[in-house]
């Protein structure tokens, strides 16, 4: 039976060895088998993830314990608990603005890469069939990997596109192949994430040296399908979306981007109220002062896009872009979920799945229900930032399967408390409105923010990179640049925004900014602005602010608008922060100013170099508003 499948793929020679040469080697059948084989068997309530690594001995990776409501995962190592941002490197010679393997480690990829291969041999294997970017429009892809191992292909089964030994068909020919190999990170890496990426002639493989699955099954992928779109001239947005139905039946679709941590997720997401059922909108940082609201009836939510949105030339229209989720299921991170009752929703959906689900970095015992609120300790008292539930998207209620037109895009950014005493760049209002050539250049920077819990290095102001899926790409800045900016130029009838969170000014918000600017655009009836209703913002890289902003006759306080009308932080600490973003600015986007760059590009990053006001923005790209 197993030789009848294999047979129905077309692999690499040297591929195609490993796998026939294997101890023993398993094409999953079913999700539940997937799911039995991560627990070393069906009558395991608990079982260890452990390799035999040279010059360490028996070194347990992670541990799998077998829950009522599914699978919680917990790494051995604080570590290995979330992405490192500097997991990536290239084991080919194309094209590439990222690190080499062989400027890091002084030789070629290609004896690693065997010994990868040399190692696979000789364990039992998972070989997975599976299509990345999904079923409708995604591409053919295949994980080898060691079967005690069989939670990442569990995970990565619900993030992307299974195909069943049943499912599968003659002549499956992979453009990707993820290999995991676990004990490499000690033997080669210092114990370090490492993700090596290797640009074949029709083949993209990504070797995965650890168990995580964030660096290969989830962004590895991702890194794959931008790879092919700078081969197709395409691109797939680090986004979410949703589509909003107002209580008066008005419909409008928002695509939300953004570094991890800028809010994709919590777009798509209900807002949360306190146990009286107000929204608090803010808690002033200063004087411990409380701003609340009601509102009685929320929109309608149906998502389409949790973080990745796959936009191919095939889905477009005149004129707005269109969006597909990338995805089958969705890793989100519950680091907000604290306590019983925070987000109803995700607990319903957790705690009574339709199937047992795939946790991570939570403390979920054997026979017990795994809760979403209940987060590993990385140390005593200090829960792990980045506790995760992968979701498959047919779990979840109102999901959108069909691809979606966008009417508005915004951007997301974490903040940082700004006052008098400490300025800084938390100087954004609930919601700002940005003419395209600025839209662009927030997509070229992209703050990585502040106390970003999805990733080990969080420290002041970095960028995530071109388009915020940097990380994740595997070729050059420019080539994103210039596909980011065609894309804007194809699509004249889409609307931008900006939309910080964690903090306005001196108050806590959360992600209560994005949350009610949805809230407020969808009973707006219409993505279009007055001009009138709009003012300049004292910062050139934040638009227009909004004049006023009221939701079911509910008016959002000025200062949460206009963050220099805050007592506490006042005009001189707003400009002061205007000055963090604009350096900010001008030290990222230089790095694009060259001649490759598109021309309409090169004036644009000009303008932000030369101090450009709004008004010289607003030249480049007409702004449709």
């Not at 053919?140 to 191992?149: D, F, R, S, T, V």
């Not at 004049?547 to 005009?571: A, C, F, W, Y």
């Amino acid at each position: 039976m197993v030789n009848s499948l294999l047979q129905k793929l077309v692999l690499p020679q040297e591929i195609d060895k490993v796998i026939k040469t294997c101890k023993n080697v398993i094409v999953p059948a079913s999700r539940n088998q997937l799911l039995e084989m991560a627990l070393g068997g069906q009558q395991n309530g608990f079982f260890e993830v452990a390799y035999d690594v040279p010059g360490v001995g028996r070194h347990v990776e992670a541990t799998v314990a077998a829950c009522k409501n599914g699978a919680a995962v917990n790494y051995t190592e604080e570590y290995m608990r979330r992405r490192d941002p500097n997991c990536m490197v290239i084991g080919d010679d194309l094209p590439t603005d990222k690190p080499r393997y062989e400027d890091n480690y002084g030789a070629k990829f290609d004896a690693l890469r065997q010994l990868t291969l040399d190692w696979l041999a000789e364990q039992d294997l998972i070989v997975m069939p599976f299509m990345a970017g999904g079923k409708e429009y995604g591409y053919q892809a295949l994980m080898i990997g060691p079967q005690n191992a069989a939670f990442f292909a569990a995970g990565l089964s619900d993030l992307q596109a299974f195909v069943s030994a049943d499912e599968l068909t003659d002549g499956f020919k992979p453009r990707a192949i993820i290999y995991l190999a676990p004990p490499f990170r000690h033997t080669h890496f210092e114990g370090r994430q490492i993700v090596v990426h290797n640009r074949l002639e029709g083949l993209h493989e990504v070797h995965s040296y650890n168990l995580y699955p964030g660096p290969s099954a989830k962004k590895g992928i991702y890194g794959v399908l931008l790879n092919i779109g700078e081969q197709e001239n395409w691109v797939t947005l680090h986004a979410s979306t949703v589509k909003i139905t107002t209580p008066y039946d008005n419909i409008l679709a928002i695509m939300h981007e953004g570094a991890s941590g800028g809010g994709k997720s919590e777009m798509i997401e209900e807002i949360h109220r306190e146990s009286d059922g107000t929204i608090l909108l803010g808690t002033n940082t200063v004087s411990g002062e409380e701003t609340r609201m009601e509102l009685k009836e929320t929109c309608g939510l149906n998502p389409v896009t949790d973080d990745m949105a796959l936009c191919p030339p095939v889905l477009q229209t005149a004129n707005k872009l269109v969006v597909k989720d990338a995805e089958e299921g969705w890793f989100l991170r519950i680091d907000h979920i604290t306590k019983y009752g925070t987000d109803p929703h995700y607990e319903k959906l957790t705690i009574h799945p339709q199937e047992p689900l795939i946790f991570m970095n939570l403390d979920g015992k054997p026979d017990a229900s795994c809760l979403i609120w209940e987060h590993t300790e990385d140390a005593p008292g200090r829960p792990c930032p980045n506790p995760r539930v992968i979701m498959p998207r047919r779990f979840v209620p109102g999901v959108a399967m069909e691809p979606v037109p966008v009417d508005i895009r915004s951007f997301g950014v974490r903040a940082p408390v700004c006052t008098k005493e400490n300025p800084t760049y938390g100087i954004m209002g609930f919601c700002h409105v940005l003419p395209p050539s600025l839209a662009w250049l927030w997509r070229l920077v992209a703050p990585r923010g502040h106390a970003n819990p999805s990733i080990t290095d969080t420290e002041g102001m970095t960028s995530e990179g071109v388009g915020s899926y940097w990380p994740f790409a595997t070729g050059r800045m420019v080539d994103q640049a210039n596909l980011l900016l065609e894309q804007i130029l194809k699509t004249s009838s889409s609307r931008y925004i900006l939309i910080p969170n964690q903090h306005v000014g001196a108050y806590k918000v959360g992600f209560k900014a994005q949350w009610l600017t949805r809230e407020y655009l969808a009973r707006r009836g219409s993505a279009k602005f007055d001009m009138d209703r709009l003012i300049e913002s004292r910062c050139s890289a934040l638009g227009y602010a909004l004049q006023s902003m009221k939701i079911d006759g509910t008016r959002i306080n000025k200062g949460l608008l206009q963050v220099e009308h805050q007592p506490e932080v006042g005009e001189e600490a707003f400009d002061a922060g205007s000055k963090i973003l604009l350096n900010f600015f001008k030290r990222e986007v230089v790095k694009f100013n060259t001649s490759e760059l598109h021309p309409l590009g090169k004036q644009i990053i000009e303008c932000c170099l030369n101090d450009g006001k709004l008004e010289d923005y607003l030249k480049f790209i007409p702004m449709n508003y």
